[in-house]
C-alpha cells in the first residue's frame, strides 16, 4: 500500500523515520534528518531535502555510505548478502544473468574501480527510464567512469546514490512520472531514425531535410494528431507546426518549441525535449477537453544545428523573417545545394516569407531545453531558470612566428608561435573566470605541419567567447585580444583574427522569466538561475516577442553533442508540470 | 693597388681612415673608431672589430646608418644619386635592368617596409657568393622581410650592411675567398640533384639511395679523384670514402666529413658542408704534394636525417658496428625495403659488417657543421666551436580531459585539455630557460577533431628536451614531467607520455676541441664555444673515438632543415683555414 506525502508530513517522527526506511543503505540517518525539514510541498522537494542533507554531512559520511553499497554484480550477489531492494534492481539489469566472462570482466572492473578509487562503483542500475541499462550500457558506465576524476566520482556515485534513492521512493509513494515516460518514448522513437553512415553505427544524426529528418517531421506531425492539436502542418522550411484552439476564436497564442535537428552523433533530447514537454501538456489538456483563453502553437524547427548547411536557426528564423535567400544556394558536403533539397523534400519555397510570425498574433516564446552543461547536475536541481542566452563571439585566429630547430635554436631566441598561444590561452581562461559567468575557450588548436624538433612557426586556434549581455561579452572580447596583441609585441610574433560570429545576448524577459520561477517555486524545487551558454531557438524568437526558458537537468555531467547525453523521465516529468503550471497562470491572467 | 694588412697596420691614423674610406654609407666613424685596435691579425679579425664598434655604438647611430643607406632600386638609383660603390651592387644584382613592373614592385616593397619599420630595407645584394642576387631573389628576400619583427629588422639590417663591408673589404685587399667559392661551388653543383617531386618545384631532397642520390655519390667521389685523394670508394652503405695517404705507410688517420642526404626541401649546406671543407684542404696538400705524418679520411655519409627510412645515422653507425639488420626489411612510402633498395643501387649487403671501423687505426673525427641555429649569426660571428653535442629524450603525449560544450560549461566545472597542455608549455619554455644552454620545445600540437564550440576534451603533443650532459638533460625531463604530472593532478585531467627516442651527450674531446679553439684564434676571429643541439655523425663516431666540431655561421637566422639555409664563401674559406690550421697542428704533434 503506498504512502501519500500527507501521511509522511503528519506521521509522527519515528513512524515517517520507518516509512522511509530503506531508501539508502545501510544509512537510515539521511532520511532522518530531512524529516527535520517537513512539511515536505511535493516529493521532488523531499528528494532534494536528502540531497543536501548528504551534501553537508561530510566527505567521510559520504563515503561511509558509498562504501555501505553492494558491489555490482559482486560477490555479495553470489552469496546473495544483498538487501532485497538492490538484488530486485540488479536482476531488473540483467546483472543476475551474467555469462561466466560478463562476469569476470565486472569483477574485474570492480577491482579496478575500488583500487583506483577506494571506493565501489555506483550506479543506478534501473536507469534515467527506471526499466533499467542493460549489461553492455553498465559495462560501458563502469569502463568510462574508470577514467574520471577522482573527486568527480565521488560527486557522480553520489548522484547515481540519489537516483536509487529517487525510485525507490517513487516505489514508496506508488508514483510513476507517466508524463516524463510519454516524453521518453517520444524521443526515443524518434532517435530511431538517423542520417546514412551514422544510422547503421547505432549514432543519431539528422539534419536538415536529409531521409531521416523528414521521417522525424512525419512521425511528430503525426503524434501531434494524436494529441490533440487542431491544426498541424509542415511548413515551407519543415517546422513542423501543431496549434490547439484558444477558447474563443482571435485569442493570441503562446507559442513554443524548439529543433528536432541533431548534430553529428549528438544526443536525444538537444531540442526534442522541448518539443514533447509541450506536446504532453497539450496531450493532457486534450484529454480533459479543456481549452485554454489563448492558443498554444508548438513548433519543431527543423533547423537550429547548421550542420548540413551553414544556415544556424533556419527554422526559427524562417519565422521572424530572417531567412537568407543567399542559403538557398549552398551546397551540402555532396554538392546538393539548399534549393535542391527543399524541392527534393517538397517544401514550397515561395512560401517562405508568408511564415514570418505577426508578434501582435502571440503572447510570448517559452523553450524548454536539456542543459546542456553539468551546472544542475552538479547542484543536484532538476530544473533551472533560464536568465539570458549568452551573447557570443567567435574568432578565427592565427599566430605566426619562426620555425626554427628545436635542438639549435636557444630559448631566449625563439619566436615559438605556440607558447604565445599557450600564454593566451591561460589568460582566455581567467579572464573568464573572473566574471563568473563568463566562457571563454579555445576549442579548435593545431601547429600546421608540427614536427617534433622544430620550433612551432605558426599556430592556428579558434575563440569563443560569451557573457549573459553583450558589454560583458564586449569587455572579454576586448581584454583577450589586447592580451593577444601585448603577447605577440613581447615575443615579436604576429597575428590575425577574424571575427566570424557574433550573436548578441538574449535576456529572458522579466515577466516571462517570472512565470517559470513560479512554476517551479510551486513543484517545491528550490529556484535556481543561469544564464544559458549555449544558443537556443529562443535567441530568434526574442527578435520579435518575450522569451523565457526553462533548462532541465543532464545527467553524466550535463553532457551535451554526444551520445552520452541524458536525462530521467522524473527531471522530464518535472518540466511538464512546470509548463503545465505556466499554462494555468496564463490561463488565469488572460482569462 | 689593393692594400695589405700590413699598410694598414702601420699607415698614420689619417692615412689608415683613408684606406678604409666608403666602406660604410657616409659613416667614415665606424672604420675610424675600429682602428684603435690596430694591429690586426687578419682580415677577419677588422672585419669582426666594425661589428663590435656599430654593436656598441647604441641604437640612434645603428638607426642613422641604416637611414644613410639608399633605397633598393629606389629613386637615388634614378637620379643617379647613389654611391659608384652602391651602384656597381645594384648592378651586378641587374637592378638597374627592372621592368617598369619589377620596379614598381620594389618600390612598393620599399614603401611597406619603411612604413612598418622606419628604416629602408637593406639587403648586401651581392650575396653569400659575392656574384649578386638575381631580382626575384631580392625580391622574395624583400616580401619575407616585410614580416620579420622590427628588432630583428633592424639587426638584420645591420647585418647586411656588415656583408656589404666585408665585400668591399675584400675588393679593397684584392683578397677572394677563393677555396670558399671552391666549396661554395661543390655544393651548388650537388644541389643540382634531386629527388622526383622535388627537383621539379627547384626544391632540395635527396633521401638514402634515390637516383638523386646515388648520382650525388658519384659526383663526390669524383671531385675526390680530382682532388687527390689516393683511393675512393662508396662502401657498402652508399658512404662515399677518400683517403689520403700518410708521409708513410701503417700510420694512422685522422677521419673527417659529414652527410650527403638532405631533409625534403632542406638546405644545401646542412651535411655537405663538412664533406667538401675537408676535401678543399686535401685538394690544397695534392696540389703541395705534400704529405702529412698521418692519413686524412674524408667520409661522404650516406645517411644520417632518416628521410626515406627510420634508420638515422645509417652511415657513419655502420662504421661503428650499429647497422641494425632489422633495417633491411624497413619499407620506404613506395614499399620498397632497404635491401631492396641496396640491391638495386648495387651496393653489397654482405660487407656492412666488414666497414666497421677499428679505433686504433685513427686519431679521432673531426667535423664541420653549418649551425643550423641563430648564435653565431646574431653575435657576428662566422665560427663557433661545439663544445657537446646535446643528449635529447623525445616524448609523445596525450593529455584526456572531457571535451563538454564550451557555451554551457562554465570556467569552474572544465577538464580542458588544451588549457592544461598551455600551463605545461610555458613551465617548458621557462624550465629550458633556466639552464641557458638547455633547450625545451613542444614542436607538435593538436586538439584532435577540435570544434570552435567544444571545450577540449583531448591534446596530442610531443616533447623535445635537450642538454649539453645527460645528467643536465635528464633534470629537465624529470621536472617537465613532474609537473605534467602535478597539473594534470590539479587540473583534473590524466595524461600519457611515452619516450620515443634517447639519445645520449657527446661532449667534445677536450684535446680535439682545444686544437679547434687555436685554429680559430689564430685566424683572428674570437673564440666562441656553444653545445651542438642538433645531432650530427660525430655522435656515432663519439662511441668509439674522439671527436671535436667546428660550426660556421648560417645566415637568415641560422635557419636550416629549409631552401633559405645559407653561408658565405668568406665563412666557409674561413672553415677551410681553421681545418687547415688543425692539419698543420696534428702534423706538428705527430711529427
Chains 1, 2 share one sequence.
Not at 193 to 220: M, N
Not at 364 to 382: A, D, K, T
Request: glycine share 8%.
Amino acid at each position: 500500500m503506498p504512502i501519500t506525502l500527507a501521511q509522511l508530513n503528519h506521521a509522527s517522527r519515528e513512524d515517517a523515520a520507518q516509512m522511509l526506511d530503506g531508501l539508502y543503505e545501510h544509512s537510515p540517518w539521511i532520511a532522518e534528518q530531512a524529516l527535520n525539514e517537513r512539511p515536505f510541498q511535493s516529493l521532488a522537494h523531499l528528494k532534494h531535502v536528502m540531497t543536501e542533507v548528504l551534501q553537508h554531512a561530510g566527505r567521510d559520511a559520504q563515503l561511509a555510505l558509498i562504501r555501505a553499497h553492494p558491489e555490482l554484480a559482486g560477490k555479495a550477489m553470489v552469496s546473495k548478502s544483498l538487501t532485497a531492494e538492490s538484488t530486485n534492481e540488479q536482476t531488473k539489469a540483467g546483472l543476475t544473468d551474467c555469462t561466466p566472462e560478463e562476469f569476470a570482466k565486472i569483477q574485474q572492473l570492480n577491482a579496478d574501480y575500488n583500487a583506483k578509487f577506494g571506493f565501489p562503483f555506483i550506479l543506478a542500475v534501473r536507469g534515467p527510464r527506471g526499466v533499467g541499462f542493460n549489461k553492455q550500457q553498465i559495462i560501458d558506465a563502469f569502463e568510462r567512469r574508470l577514467h574520471g576524476h577522482p573527486d568527480f566520482e565521488l560527486q557522480e556515485c553520489l548522484r547515481n546514490i540519489h537516483r536509487i534513492v529517487e525510485i525507490r521512493l517513487n516505489d514508496k509513494f506508488g508514483v510513476e512520472p507517466t508524463l516524463g515516460h510519454q516524453v521518453w518514448d517520444w524521443q526515443e522513437k524518434l532517435a530511431q531514425h538517423s542520417d546514412p553512415g551514422f544510422a547503421e553505427k547505432g549514432q543519431l544524426t539528422v539534419t536538415y531535410l536529409t531521409d531521416a529528418h523528414r521521417a522525424c517531421a512525419q512521425r511528430i506531425s503525426h503524434w501531434m494528431k494524436d494529441c490533440g492539436f487542431d491544426e498541424i502542418e509542415i511548413d515551407a522550411v519543415g517546422n513542423v507546426v501543431g496549434r490547439y484552439h484558444p477558447a474563443s476564436p482571435g485569442a493570441r497564442y503562446l507559442m513554443t518549441g524548439s529543433h528536432y535537428d541533431t548534430v553529428r552523433n549528438g544526443g536525444k533530447y538537444d531540442g526534442r525535449l522541448g518539443i514533447f514537454v509541450p506536446m504532453a501538456c497539450v496531450q493532457q489538456l486534450a484529454l480533459q477537453q479543456r481549452r485554454l483563453p489563448f492558443g498554444i502553437e508548438v513548433v519543431a524547427f527543423a533547423e537550429e544545428e547548421g550542420q548540413r548547411y551553414k544556415a544556424t536557426f533556419l527554422g526559427s528564423g524562417a519565422l521572424v523573417g530572417d531567412f537568407k535567400a543567399e542559403w538557398l544556394q549552398q551546397k551540402d558536403a555532396d554538392g546538393v545545394t539548399m534549393r535542391e533539397a527543399m524541392q527534393h523534400a517538397g517544401l514550397c519555397i515561395d512560401d517562405i516569407a508568408k511564415i514570418r510570425r505577426d508578434p501582435t498574433q502571440y503572447l510570448g516564446f517559452v523553450e524548454v531545453h536539456i542543459e546542456q552543461g553539468p551546472v544542475l547536475n552538479e547542484s543536484h536541481l532538476p530544473l533551472g531558470i533560464v536568465t539570458s542566452i549568452n551573447g557570443s563571439v567567435r574568432y578565427q585566429c592565427e599566430i605566426v612566428g619562426t620555425a626554427s630547430h628545436a635542438g639549435t635554436t636557444p630559448m631566449n631566441r625563439r619566436r615559438d608561435a605556440a607558447c604565445a598561444l599557450a600564454e593566451l590561452a591561460l589568460f582566455v581562461e581567467q579572464r573568464a573566470a573572473r566574471d563568473g559567468d563568463s566562457v571563454a575557450t579555445i576549442g579548435q588548436l593545431n601547429v600546421p605541419n608540427g614536427s617534433i624538433n622544430v620550433v612551432p612557426g605558426a599556430c592556428l586556434f579558434t575563440l569563443d567567447m560569451r557573457a549573459p549581455t553583450d558589454d560583458q561579452r564586449d569587455a572579454v572580447v576586448r581584454d583577450v585580444l589586447a592580451e593577444l596583441s601585448a603577447i605577440c609585441e613581447r615575443r615579436g610574433v604576429r597575428y590575425t583574427a577574424e571575427e566570424t560570429l557574433r550573436a548578441a545576448a538574449a535576456p529572458s524577459a522579466p515577466e516571462w522569466q517570472a512565470r517559470w520561477e513560479r512554476a517551479v517555486s510551486h513543484l517545491g524545487v528550490p529556484l535556481f538561475k543561469l544564464p544559458s551558454g549555449a544558443g537556443h531557438d529562443a535567441m530568434k524568437l526574442h527578435e520579435i516577442m518575450p522569451q523565457a526558458m526553462l533548462f532541465v537537468r543532464g545527467e553524466n555531467a550535463g553532457i551535451s553533442h554526444n551520445p552520452l547525453e541524458s536525462t530521467t523521465s522524473d527531471d522530464m516529468q518535472l518540466a511538464v508540470d512546470a509548463f503545465t503550471h505556466v499554462l494555468n497562470q496564463l490561463a488565469l491572467e488572460t482569462a
